[in-house]
């Protein structure tokens, strides 16, 4: 089984602001998503992007720190075939001597959900929806 990339997501500390930005380049958001504590939009060719608030991140990840502005504020996501790929994968990739952020956990929002950290330390997740 061959993971798919299959979203961007960034962390907002103004969601209506990274919006009104991401608007301006052509994005289909609608407005009423500015109060949304997530957010997603479709990318062409079936690849999305989202934004979470720092507030969700820290709901899952209690010691969340964004650092300063430009650092650590995006993260890249594959969806995995299911749940068992999720703990299979990241057994591999910290068996092989990369960084776990978050073992494999099922998210509230519905997931299986796991964060590895890639060489340069950016946190590369990966999930697969829960029957």
Not at 24 to 53: S, Y
Not at 82 to 88: K, L, Y
């Amino acid at each position: 089984m061959t993971p798919r990339f299959d979203l961007i997501g960034l962390v907002a500390a103004d969601m209506a602001a990274a919006l009104a930005f991401y608007r301006r380049l052509g994005l289909d958001i609608p407005a009423e998503a500015d109060k949304e504590p997530h957010v997603e939009a479709a990318l062409p060719g079936g690849l999305r992007i989202a934004w979470d608030t720092e507030e969700t991140i820290r709901s899952f990840d209690p010691g969340f720190d964004p650092g300063p502005r430009g650092g650590g504020r995006i993260g890249l996501a594959f969806l995995c075939n299911s749940p068992a790929d999720v703990d299979r994968l990241y057994a591999e990739l910290t068996g092989a001597g990369y960084e776990g952020h978050n073992e494999p956990w099922d998210a509230f929002w519905g997931q299986r959900y796991a964060v590895v950290a890639d060489p340069d330390g950016n946190g590369v997740s990966l999930f697969a929806r829960l029957s």
